[in-house]
């Protein structure tokens, strides 16, 4: 006869002959190993089973039928949405990590080089400058796709390069040599604030970003770009329910706004994956021609427009204007959110 034994989890008592607790579900003999260990942190954090490979292909393929069939109550094949996406955005934000790096260190040498403009007059070095503005101006162009910056912007950047020095013109607006004299003495802040033109009467804001400025100054921009990108995990957060709002207003009565979320984190999902697979396909294959890029961004919006039909169940001149409302709004939309990342990134400087 077989004994009883007791649960480790739950402390409940139960048939020795039992693999696991019929009370909480926790296996029997629950020896911990490395192994055990390690399976246990990716399955619980990530889920990397089954329902990931039964997710990835319709989210890839199908538009749209995977969010419906996860609102339908198909929810235990298919990987949940959020988990879904947290999952792929982590991935994404890897492989993005390398080509920030490297955008990064370039454009920290070049706007280094601008707060030293003045003092080169060596045509030497005037020379290294130059070929060091070349650098610069041409990691802009590889990655303007990563850094949302287009060609005019770039133009703008090369245009304001000094004439003489061939490095980037950055003027403060007051006296930089004042400005280093103190900080070599190791003034206080607000001696330097003083110095860079700030007032007494200045509220917290102007003298917040005062103080953000003078940062930047003494760093010599190092690290600027980088600490925008880091903003954007936790501004994508805040997008993917300001996308659901828009998805509201154009279908209203068609769904809850929880629908919408489950649509938005399978969309964006995509998104992610898709500019993964860019960056793979970048990094270590072949770099992937202009107007393939193009046609990649086209396909978002023909997923978006096919999606919007199998999810909500409209017509197919529906979901087009629908589609081309949405585009509309977003074009709108974007910029305003571009800034924001931006101000938030040098805010948190």
């Not at 292909?57 to 109550?73: E, N, S, T, Y």
Request: glycine share 6%; hydrophobic share 50%; charged share 20%.
């Amino acid at each position: 006869m077989p004994g009883t034994t007791i649960c480790k989890n739950c402390e409940a008592s139960f048939d020795a002959s039992y693999e696991y607790c019929p009370y909480c579900g926790q296996k029997a003999a629950d020896n911990l190993t490395f192994g055990v260990l390690f399976n246990n942190t990716i399955s619980n954090y990530f889920s990397v089973d089954a329902r990931f490979f039964r997710s990835f292909v319709p989210l890839m393929l199908k538009p749209g039928i995977l969010a419906r069939r996860f609102v339908d109550g198909k929810r235990l094949s298919y990987l949940h949405p959020a988990q879904f996406y947290l999952f792929i955005s982590v991935v994404f934000f890897f492989l993005f990590s390398f080509t920030v790096r490297r955008v990064d260190q370039n454009l920290n040498e070049s706007i280094a080089k601008g707060f030293d403009s003045e003092a080169l007059t060596d045509v030497e070095e005037q020379e290294k400058d130059s070929m060091a503005r070349a650098v610069a101006m041409k990691t802009l162009r590889d990655n303007k796709k990563f850094t949302g910056m287009s060609d005019e912007d770039i133009a703008a950047i090369d245009s304001s390069m000094v004439s003489g020095n061939d490095v980037l013109n950055i003027d403060f607006g007051f006296d930089r040599k004042l400005l280093d004299s103190l900080i070599a003495i190791g003034a206080t802040e607000e001696e330097k604030l003083v110095a860079m033109g700030m007032n007494e009467e200045a509220g917290s804001f102007k003298r917040n970003m005062n103080a953000k400025i003078l940062k930047f100054y003494e760093r010599r921009g190092g690290g600027i770009f980088k600490t925008i990108v880091d903003t954007i995990p936790i501004t994508m957060f805040l997008i993917l329910p300001l996308f659901a709002f828009i998805l509201k207003l154009f279908y209203w009565k068609r769904a809850t706004f929880a629908y919408h979320m489950v649509f938005s984190f399978y969309y964006f999902t995509f998104l992610f994956t898709t500019f993964s697979v860019m960056l793979i396909v970048e990094r270590w294959v072949f770099e992937i021609p202009g107007w393939l890029h193009a046609t990649v961004y086209l396909s978002f919006l023909v997923y978006l427009f096919i999606a919007m039909h199998n999810f909500y169940r409209s017509s197919w001149l529906g979901a087009i204007i629908r589609t081309a409302a949405i585009s509309a709004v977003l074009l709108f939309v974007i910029p305003i959110v571009a800034f924001g990342i931006i101000l938030a990134g040098f805010w948190t400087y």
